[in-house]
């Protein structure tokens, strides 16, 4: 991602998506901040951007699909499937990892075309926290026989789950980390009004 575009995706999710305060988590932990994802992820401009770069690192990763559990990862793998259908390489099919398995209509853990024995996958999220969440999306598609090359975040929240991820054998890139938020909001606390 050149500069400029890293620039107008962090003042987008500074302020969009980022809050200081006192909120519970879906860990269950408290936190000092929230960010909500969905304000960038399903804005026009942050799903152009958040699509154009987990894409670069799709196509250096050579995979065949991006999945990630529902709800979190729903607009970013649909973006990097749409950014895939436009640059003039190979497509990039999304599926969705659902939360639990649907016992009608077609049933299965996956929603959208499911990754397949040997396919080179890559789990998306919106935010890293204790990584339980692609942990447990992960478990599933490793039981499709697909290989998880890597594990792609918008915002690594740098409360562990990183070091979860990476020990349980998983590479993980962030396009951002709480220090680049925390940094961001710092410095637009000094700007002048």
Same mark, same amino acid.
């Not at 196509?59 to 529902?70: F, H, I, M, Q, S």
């Not at 009608?104 to 789990?123: K, Q």
């Not at 599933?140 to 990183?162: C, F, M, Q, W």
């Given at each position: 991602m050149n500069a400029g575009d890293r620039q107008r995706l962090l003042r987008l999710m500074k302020d969009r998506a980022f809050r200081e305060g006192d909120f519970l988590l879906t860990s269950g932990r408290r936190s000092s901040y929230y960010?909500?994802?969905r304000l960038v %992820?399903?804005?026009?401009?942050? /799903?152009?951007?958040?699509? @154009?770069?987990?894409?670069?690192?799709?196509?250096?990763? !050579? !995979?065949?699909?991006?999945?990630?559990?529902?709800l979190g990862a729903d607009p970013m793998v649909a973006s990097v499937a749409v950014c895939s259908a436009i640059d003039g390489g190979p497509e990039i099919g999304a599926f969705?990892? @659902?939360?639990?398995?649907?016992?009608?209509? %077609?049933?299965?853990?996956?929603?959208?075309?499911?990754?397949? /024995?040997?396919?080179?996958? /890559?789990?998306?999220?919106?935010?890293l926290t204790t990584g339980g969440s692609l942990l447990g999306a992960a478990?599933?598609?490793?039981?499709?026989?697909? !290989?998880?090359?890597?594990?792609?975040?918008?915002?690594?929240?740098?409360?562990?789950? @990183?070091? @979860?991820?990476e020990a349980a054998g998983y590479r993980v890139r962030s396009i951002f980390t709480r220090s680049d938020l925390v940094s961001a909001s710092v410095v637009a606390s000094l700007e002048p009004a």
């Open positions: 960010f909500d994802g %992820t399903l804005d026009p401009t942050g /799903a152009l951007l958040i699509g @154009r770069e987990m894409l670069s690192w799709a196509r250096e990763d !050579l !995979l065949a699909k991006v999945g990630g559990p529902t969705i990892v @659902r939360k639990d398995v649907k016992d009608h209509g %077609t049933g299965g853990p996956f929603a959208g075309p499911p990754p397949t /024995a040997g396919e080179r996958v /890559a789990i998306v999220d919106d935010a478990e599933k598609v490793t039981s499709t026989g697909a !290989l998880i090359v890597a594990i792609y975040t918008l915002l690594d929240r740098e409360e562990g789950g @990183r070091d @979860r991820l």
